[in-house]
């Protein structure tokens, strides 16, 4: 039975959010208000990590309880405010694009399932390249740190990033749907898709993906993500899903192997802990890796 819960959590929370979305659209509620399925579901996610962790010991406080909680008002202050910025330049770069094509862009007559799967497609591929680039440029990793030094994966700190990271990667990432002019109640689907896969992302319930694993980029792929082992850690970028990462060779699944219970960023046990020197940390990231290598020695001397 719980086997049969474990394949069925996810899929059946997707659709049934889905539905939910598709029935606001249909009684007139305004596209945007699909957000609340998104703040709706965390009760869910909370309950479900309670009752079928994936490591009990995730559901304990790792000194990032009160750092986490704070993130998470910040963080959609912040990336709301970035968007409203970002809004200003897409719109007219989608005018300036429009006036070029000299007609709409995007492909409004298509079925609204087929504008849903080219939503996605589109904005996952201007998310997983900012995504990457920030595990393989020095400076960038700085700011994307941050989201990696949790010693855990769990629901809440899904939000853990710096400003710098929101200012980076907002901007491309909301550049294809604004830009190519996508309708709002295929923005809203989209969002559904996204904010579902991202509740999951992080979610330190025991689920299975099944084949599931070659559509999205949650569960045991994001674990592996967040390996305390950057060899492991620098694969499965896609932001809700995995398929650019198979195209691009950067999916990582082993066969055979759990995904890691150790997380974080090993050998910087020195990385902050606390919010705001956190928002430092990238600034003074030669310092804390200086810390870390004294810690390291000095505990290599005790030990």
Not at 165 to 173: A, P, V
Not at 252 to 279: D, K, N
């Amino acid at each position: 039975m719980r086997d049969i819960i474990r394949h069925l959590i996810f899929p059946v929370t997707l659709v049934g959010a889905l539905i939910v979305a598709h029935e606001m659209l249909a009684a007139g509620s305004a596209p945007e208000t699909v957000i609340v399925i998104w703040f709706g579901l965390m009760p869910l996610i909370v309950l479900l990590e309670r009752l079928l962790p994936r490591h009990a010991d995730w559901n304990r406080s790792q000194n990032d309880l009160t750092t986490d909680i704070i993130y998470f008002p910040t963080n959609l202050v912040v990336a709301g405010g970035l968007s409203a910025l970002w809004g200003g330049l897409h719109i007219v770069l989608a005018t300036e694009l429009q006036r070029a094509v000299g007609s709409p862009v995007w492909p409004s007559d298509w079925p609204l399932p087929v504008q849903v799967l080219l939503a996605v497609v589109a904005a996952e591929f201007f998310a997983y390249w900012p995504h990457r680039w920030m595990h393989e440029n020095t400076f960038l990793w700085r700011f994307h740190s941050i989201h990696h030094s949790s010693k855990r994966v769990y629901w809440l700190n899904a939000i853990r990033a710096h400003p710098g990271e929101h200012l980076f990667r907002g901007f491309i990432s909301a550049l294809p749907l604004a830009v190519l002019g996508a309708p709002p109640e295929v923005l809203a689907y989209w969002m559904v898709l996204s904010r579902v896969g991202g509740l999951f992302q992080h979610a330190n319930i025991d689920f299975a993906l099944g084949p599931f694993a070659w559509i999205f980029s949650i569960g045991e792929l994001h674990r592996w993500h967040h390996s305390a082992i950057r060899e492991e850690a620098d694969h499965n970028y896609g932001d809700t899903f995995i398929f650019w990462d198979t195209i691009f060779g950067t999916r990582f699944l082993p066969q055979g192997r759990a995904a890691p219970s150790e997380v974080g960023i090993r050998g910087l046990e020195a990385f902050p802990t606390g919010w705001w020197r956190q928002q430092l940390a990238p600034f003074r990231y030669a310092e804390i890796e200086a810390e870390s290598r004294t810690l390291l020695h000095g505990v290599g001397r005790d030990g």
